[in-house]
């Protein structure tokens, strides 16, 4: 099994920034992707970034240029540095891991911004 668990979340005015923490317990071993989603009140599930083991990024649209992802794997955690946060990022973020095919994900962290 394995478990993530967020920290890092909070209240922040705009233009502000936050770091969003997540590390990974249990069965670790083969974790390959890692990164993270958000998901505000009435909206879909979106994604704000992901990392693969070598270092390759993608994100999402809305994101690009204010967040940054990075992981450490030795540590097998994964970070999330935002930074320019707008009120519309407000949402809860997952941090969630792929291993052997099967995705992972924590319980989440509240990250409200506020105008």
């Known amino acids: 099994q394995v478990k993530l668990v967020e920290s890092g979340g909070g209240l922040v005015q705009a233009g502000g920034s936050l770091r969003l923490s997540c590390a990974v317990s249990?069965?670790?071993?083969?974790?390959?992707?890692m990164g993270w989603y958000r998901q505000a009140p009435g909206k879909r599930r979106e994604l704000v970034a992901r990392i693969s083991p070598g270092g390759t990024t993608d994100y999402g649209d809305s994101v690009k240029g204010r967040f940054t992802v990075s992981r450490d794997n030795a540590q097998n955690t994964v970070l999330l540095q935002m930074n320019g946060l707008k009120p519309e990022d407000t949402a809860v973020y997952y941090c969630?891991?792929?291993?052997?095919?099967?995705?992972?994900w924590g319980r989440g962290t509240q990250v409200t911004v506020s105008s």
């Open positions: 249990g069965r670790s071993n083969g974790i390959v992707g």
């Open positions: 969630y891991s792929e291993r052997m095919g099967f995705d992972y």
